[in-house]
């Protein structure tokens, strides 16, 4: 069946530095979406991507969609506290409605 | 709106009791999901409904599981009879189909069975 894992699993840095997590699906995907999840929370769309080799960006995100539609990242430049939480990405493939959840990537940020 | 709606938000059951989560999606949402959070499995959908129905149930993990979906507003996940390993965070979602596609995640209910 269709897997998406995030890579890594866990990341902690120092407030400013970036951070970089990685989306990849086993199969090819017709659209795939991020999601965060602060500590004790639940998960909150960020954004949807749909077309390969698309770009988009939310203030000091910056999300790309893979050539071939089966990776993914997400990127946050000189992250701050409030960025904390875990990091999901979902993919969708065509002729389905459901959402596969990844992995995850928990960010911890350190003042 | 006040968003998804998820009831109880905590519940701590022991093992062989029957447990019914709720939830009340955003008005106007037509399609339905239930999700199960663990450290060890992270986020799994378990089944969605579109237009009050199950569409896809095969992420329900046994025959224990069952959901219902009687109107728009309302779906329920009952557990009968709940073991330990059912311990865990369960997200109901809404979204309207097509579009966007956002999905809007409840509070969650965290179960525990003891």
């Known amino acids: 069946g269709q897997q998406v894992m995030q890579i890594p699993q866990y990341q902690h840095v120092q407030e400013g530095e970036d951070f970089t997590t990685y989306c990849n699906s086993s199969?090819?995907?017709?659209?795939i979406q991020w999601y965060k999840q602060r500590p004790g929370g639940h998960p909150v769309f960020l954004i949807q991507l749909v077309k390969s080799g698309e770009v988009k960006k939310q203030k000091r995100l910056t999300f790309q969609f893979g050539e071939a539609k089966k990776n993914s990242s997400l990127h946050i430049t000189a992250t701050q506290t409030t960025d904390v939480g875990t990091y999901f990405c979902a993919g969708r493939t065509s002729g389905t409605y459901k959402y596969i959840f990844g992995t995850g990537t928990r960010l911890k940020v350190l003042a | 709106d006040a968003g998804v709606i998820q009831s109880p938000r905590h519940e701590v059951t022991e093992m062989g009791q029957e447990v019914t989560l709720r939830c009340k999606p955003i008005s106007g949402h037509n399609s339905l999901f239930w999700y199960r959070q663990t450290m060890m499995r992270g986020l799994e959908l378990l089944i969605y409904f579109n237009n009050n129905v199950p569409i896809d149930d095969s992420g329900m993990p046994e025959d224990r599981f069952s959901a219902k979906m009687p109107n728009a507003s309302f779906s329920t996940l009952k557990i009968q009879p709940s073991e330990p390993r059912d311990s865990a965070v369960y997200f109901c979602a809404s979204r309207v189909a097509g579009g966007e596609d956002t999905q809007y995640f409840g509070p969650g209910t965290r179960l525990t069975v003891l």
């Open positions: 199969t090819t995907l017709s659209n």
